[in-house]
T-cell receptor
Framework: GQQVMQIPQYQHVQEGEDFTTYCNSS?????IQWYKQRPGGHPVFLIQ?????EVKKQKRLTFQFGEAKKNSSLHITATQTTDVGTYFC????????????FGKGTKLSVIP | DVKVTQSSRYLVKRTGEKVFLECVQD?????MFWYRQDPGLGLRLIYF???????EKGDIPEGYSVSREKKERFSLILESASTNQTSMYLC????????????FGQGTRLTVV
């Protein structure tokens, strides 16, 4: 079945440093979604990418979808303590299924 | 404001008990999902439903069953709870399109002793 690999598993950064998490799928995706889960909270939708090579920005967050639609990345510029949490990517197969396959997540810690 | 509500935040059950986890959404969503979340393993899909009385197995359905008698409610059933089912359980819902976001409930932390 479809597998979505996400790296790194953990990342500790000094406040103000940049952060990137990467997502790779074993199959071509119809779309990729990103979620953020704050400590003690539940996953909350951040964004969806659908087109090959798509780049979207939300303030300090930049999301990219690879040309082959098999990989994606989330980059945070100048991290803040409010960025702390676990970031998940989730890939849709598009093969008539509503199922999303989640990566294992990257847990971000920001040292003030 | 969209809402997915899970019946319990924390639950402690004994081995062998039948356990019901309830989830209700108020967004008239067609799709509903049950995931379990374990450290280092991310979110793994147990079951999902795309319509009333319809269900499909996810990646880890063994030891679980589900029920969806009404559109807004999706129940996860542990027929005979075991200690390896101790986990965080998350319910989610989404509209009946592939390119649509999932809304999650607050989660149920289940401990089986």
């Amino acid at each position: 079945g479809q597998q979505v690999m996400q790296i790194p598993q953990y990342q500790h950064v000094q406040e103000g440093e940049d952060f990137t998490t990467y997502c790779n799928s074993s199959t071509t995706l119809s779309n990729i979604q990103w979620y953020k889960q704050r400590p003690g909270g539940h996953p909350v939708f951040l964004i969806q990418l659908v087109k090959s090579g798509e780049v979207k920005k939300q303030k300090r967050l930049t999301f990219q979808f690879g040309e082959a639609k098999k990989n994606s990345s989330l980059h945070i510029t100048a991290t803040q303590t409010t960025d702390v949490g676990t970031y998940f990517c989730a890939g849709g197969s598009g093969a008539g299924s509503y199922q999303l396959t989640f990566g294992k997540g990257t847990k971000l810690s920001v040292i003030p | 404001d969209v809402k997915v509500t899970q019946s319990s935040r924390y639950l402690v059950k004994r081995t062998g008990e039948k356990v019901f986890l309830e989830c209700v959404q108020d967004m008239d969503h067609e799709n509903m999902f049950w995931y379990r979340q374990d450290p280092g393993l991310g979110l793994r899909l147990i079951y999902f439903s795309y319509d009333v009385k319809m269900k499909e197995k996810g990646d880890i359905p063994e030891g679980y069953s589900v029920s969806r008698e009404k559109k807004e409610r999706f129940s996860l059933i542990l027929e005979s709870a075991s200690t390896n089912q101790t986990s965080m359980y998350l319910c989610a819902s989404s509209r009946a399109r592939r390119d649509t976001e999932a809304f999650f409930g607050q989660g149920t932390r289940l401990t089986v002793v």
